[in-house]
């Protein structure tokens, strides 16, 4: 698997927008809203290729100086469980650290606490409701 950054708006950023809807939001019954798009300029898009297929994606979101937004995590429906979440959130929290960035925070669907919490994420707060489905907040210290 190669990972690498992709650059706003390049055809890889429009594959990776594809990915999202397909892993993300379909299965929600929810379609892609393209204006949300427009909000993507300063954020670090990440992808996992094999070969030259786009197999796994995020972005990481500045807040602040010293915190970054982890957001948008998809690996293809097909390959899930296979370790590539895994290699795919290490490879972003090594970024995350070139930058200089001290946490990274999420907001983790409750299906998938577990994952981040075996990478070393931890929950604060309260449950809430997003896109539908219960959420909690979480955080790593890099
Ligand atoms: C969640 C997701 C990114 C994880 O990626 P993945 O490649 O399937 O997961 P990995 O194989 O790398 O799993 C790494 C570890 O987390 C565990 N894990 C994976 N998904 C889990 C889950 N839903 N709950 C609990 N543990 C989980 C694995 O068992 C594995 O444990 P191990 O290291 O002890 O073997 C991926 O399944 C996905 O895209 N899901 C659908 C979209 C989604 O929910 N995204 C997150 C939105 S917040």
């Known amino acids: 698997m190669n990972f690498t950054i992709v650059h706003y708006q390049s055809q890889e950023y429009y594959r990776m927008v594809e990915l999202r ?3 993300l939001r ?4 929810l379609t892609l809203d393209l204006t949300l ?6 954020s670090i898009h990440i992808a996992g ?10 972005l990481l979101t500045p807040l602040e100086p010293s915190i970054i937004q982890m957001r948008q995590v998809a690996v293809d429906t097909h ?3 296979k370790g ?3 290699q795919l959130v290490q490879f972003s929290e090594n970024i995350a650290r070139e930058l200089f960035y001290k946490e990274i925070i999420l907001h983790a669907r409750k299906n998938v606490v577990g994952f981040y919490e075996k990478m070393g994420y931890s ?12 959420h909690i907040n ?4 890099l």
């Open 84 to 86: 590539i979440g895994k």
């Open 21 to 23: 809807d397909t892993v």
């Open 79 to 81: 390959i899930q469980s």
């Open 138 to 141: 979480m955080k790593k210290i």
């Open 26 to 29: 379909k299965p929600l019954g």
């Open 37 to 42: 798009l427009g909000n993507e300029e300063t």
């Open 123 to 134: 929950t604060y707060g309260d449950e809430y409701i997003e896109v539908s489905i219960p």
């Open 49 to 58: 290729f094999e070969g030259n297929t786009l197999q796994c994606c995020l």
